[in-house]
């Protein structure tokens, strides 16, 4: 079982990267290989939407930067940690950037239709915020998960906020999520 993690946020002392990481080491305590990427360290351009990606089945981003090792990584994973931070009521821009050229793992086919270059990927969502009240961003959350889920072929499998400082229960969450992941759910 391959898993995957992305740091979205630029603080490298951030709750939504100890989530993470709790997922991640939970993963690997079970077999798990894990892999995490951080998005403020990666040099990721800005789509250009020329589309080149959508060419065929084998095209990727003609863009030559750090994306070249995660598409790379996604295609190998078997599932997928995302942690952001919310930021004005949204992803942090890392995080957006991230979902934005990940369009390239998309092709059109012969009729119009959209169709995946990668196989179907579980996806676990964690998003940490300054507002007290956990729900308060769900309809964003709601939003934000569904992109996500339709570039990376994927399902999301936990939704964990964390509304200003990780409790117990989300680090229990986040530990028992990681141990389902390495199992195949």
Same mark, same amino acid.
């Given at each position: 079982?391959?898993?995957?993690?992305?740091?979205?946020?630029?603080?490298?002392?951030? *709750?939504?990267?100890?989530?993470?990481?709790?997922?991640?080491?939970?993963?690997?305590?079970?077999?798990?290989?894990?892999?995490?990427?951080?998005? *403020?360290?990666?040099?990721?351009?800005?789509?250009?939407?020329?589309?080149?990606?959508?060419?065929?089945?084998?095209?990727?981003?003609?863009?030559?930067?750090?994306?070249?090792?995660?598409?790379?990584?996604?295609?190998?994973?078997?599932?997928?940690?995302?942690?952001?931070?919310?930021?004005?009521?949204?992803?942090?821009?890392?995080?957006?950037?991230?979902?934005?050229?990940?369009?390239?793992?998309?092709?059109?086919?012969?009729?119009?239709?959209?169709?995946?270059?990668?196989?179907?990927?579980?996806?676990?969502?964690?998003?940490?915020?300054?507002?007290?009240?956990?729900?308060?961003?769900?309809?964003?959350?709601?939003?934000?998960?569904?992109?996500?889920?339709?570039?990376?072929?994927?399902?999301?499998?936990?939704?964990?906020?964390?509304?200003?400082?990780?409790?117990?229960?989300?680090?229990?969450?986040?530990?028992?999520?990681?141990?389902?992941?390495?199992?195949?759910?």
């Amino acid at each position: 079982m391959k898993i995957i993690g992305f740091y979205g946020s630029p603080r490298p002392q951030s *709750n939504s990267r100890a989530l993470v990481d709790t997922v991640l080491a939970a993963a690997g305590e079970q077999g798990a290989d894990t892999e995490v990427f951080d998005l *403020n360290a990666l040099d990721i351009k800005g789509c250009t939407a020329c589309f080149a990606c959508h060419k065929t089945p084998e095209a990727f981003c003609v863009q030559k930067d750090d994306m070249d090792q995660i598409y790379a990584a996604v295609k190998a994973a078997d599932a997928i940690v995302i942690g952001t931070p919310i930021y004005m009521a949204q992803a942090s821009a890392q995080t957006i950037l991230l979902l934005n050229r990940l369009y390239a793992l998309m092709y059109a086919t012969d009729t119009g239709a959209s169709a995946f270059k990668i196989g179907p990927k579980k996806v676990v969502m964690i998003y940490a915020q300054g507002a007290p009240m956990a729900d308060h961003y769900n309809t964003y959350f709601d939003i934000n998960d569904g992109a996500f889920a339709m570039m990376l072929n994927g399902e999301i499998v936990k939704r964990i906020v964390c509304a200003k400082e990780f409790s117990d229960e989300e680090l229990a969450d986040a530990r028992e999520i990681g141990h389902r992941l390495a199992c195949g759910l």
